[in-house]
Each structure stands twice: as structure tokens, then as C-alpha cells.
């Protein structure tokens, strides 16, 4: 799989935010890249600088609108379930119409029109 996902996660039935899912192991690939480009002085302080280059990474992700990996998986699954069940409501929708225009057709109107007496 590739990182970053986009989708859109609904908040309630009218109101939605996009979101965006990044790998830890992005994170950490930024940060190690960072990490190299840096003059060799600051990089001699090894796995420190990395760490608070991972950390600073860390923090400003967090300050978008991001989502984890485990919330991402969990509304997969409330979808795929809400689909389910929209499928077996549309099949049951289906079988009620189908019954009621079945009832309709054995309810034919009269073969001569009521007279009114009005006239």
C-alpha cells in the first residue's frame, strides 16, 4: 500500500472532513533525509538530532488534519458494514415493491365505470 490516503469521513449526515493518513515509516524516511542533509557538524550528535527531527515531524503532523492508521481501519470497516446493509435494504425495497405491485394488478379496476347519477 501507498501512503498518503485522501478520503472523506463523514462527522454526521451532513457535515464532512477530508483526511489524510501518513506511514510512520514516512515519517521516519523524511526524517532520516532531513537528518542527512544537514552539515556533517550537526549530524555528529546522531541519533538525538534524528530524534527531535522526528519528533519536530511528529508535532506539526499532528497540527493537520490528519488520521491514524487504526482510525483509518476502523472506518473501512463501519463502511464496508454500512454498505452491506444498504444492499440488503435496497433487496428488501425491491421485494416489498415488487409484492405491492403484484397486489395491484389482481386489485384491476371495474370493466364499466360507475354511473353517476348527476348527470
Not at 521516519?28 to 550528535?45: C, L
Request: hydrophobic share 35%.
Amino acid at each position: 500500500m501507498t501512503y498518503p490516503y485522501r478520503t472523506t469521513m463523514a462527522l454526521n449526515t451532513y457535515q464532512y472532513r477530508e483526511t489524510t493518513m501518513i506511514d510512520p515509516k514516512k515519517i521516519e524516511q523524511i526524517a532520516r533525509q532531513v537528518h542527512e542533509s544537514m552539515p556533517k557538524g550537526i549530524r555528529e550528535f546522531g541519533e538525538d538530532v534524528e530524534k527531535k527531527i522526528r519528533q519536530t515531524l511528529q508535532a506539526q503532523l499532528t497540527r493537520l488534519d490528519l488520521v491514524s492508521r487504526e482510525e483509518f481501519d476502523v472506518q473501512t470497516q463501519v463502511l464496508l458494514r454500512t454498505r452491506e446493509k444498504l444492499a440488503l435494504l435496497e433487496q428488501r425495497i425491491s421485494e416489498l415493491e415488487a409484492r405491492n405491485n403484484s397486489i395491484a394488478d389482481l386489485q384491476s379496476p371495474p370493466a364499466i365505470p360507475p354511473i353517476d347519477k348527476a348527470e
